[in-house]
């Protein structure tokens, strides 16, 4: 089962308007965005869709989705204090 959570997410907005997300802020620390794996259009299994940024994070891979205008994450963490 996968859980969704908005969250803040530092981007660099290219010239040519492509989003680059650079870091994600989880819990209050920052983690950085080491690559960006794929990009695509894709409806998420924890329910909505958007464009998906599948991110490097050490060795942990997250799909990261741009939904209309603000930055959801899919994870096997439920945390309902977020």
């Given at each position: 089962?996968?859980?969704?959570?908005?969250?803040?997410?530092?981007?660099?907005?290219?010239?040519?308007?492509?989003?680059?997300?650079?870091y994600v802020?989880?819990?209050?620390k920052l983690?950085?965005?080491?690559?960006?794996?794929?990009?695509?259009?894709?409806?998420?299994?924890?329910?909505?869709?958007?464009?998906?940024?599948?991110?490097?994070?050490?060795?942990?891979?997250?799909?990261?989705?741009?939904?209309?205008?603000?930055?959801?994450?899919?994870?096997?963490?439920?945390?309902?204090?977020?």
């Amino acid at each position: 089962m996968l859980f969704k959570y908005y969250i803040d997410v530092v981007t660099m907005i290219e010239q040519n308007g492509n989003l680059v997300p650079m870091y994600v802020k989880w819990k209050e620390k920052l983690y950085k965005v080491d690559r960006v794996l794929q990009v695509c259009n894709k409806f998420s299994e924890a329910g909505g869709c958007g464009k998906c940024y599948q991110c490097q994070f050490g060795n942990q891979i997250r799909n990261l989705y741009w939904e209309r205008d603000r930055w959801f994450l899919e994870t096997e963490v439920f945390c309902p204090d977020i």
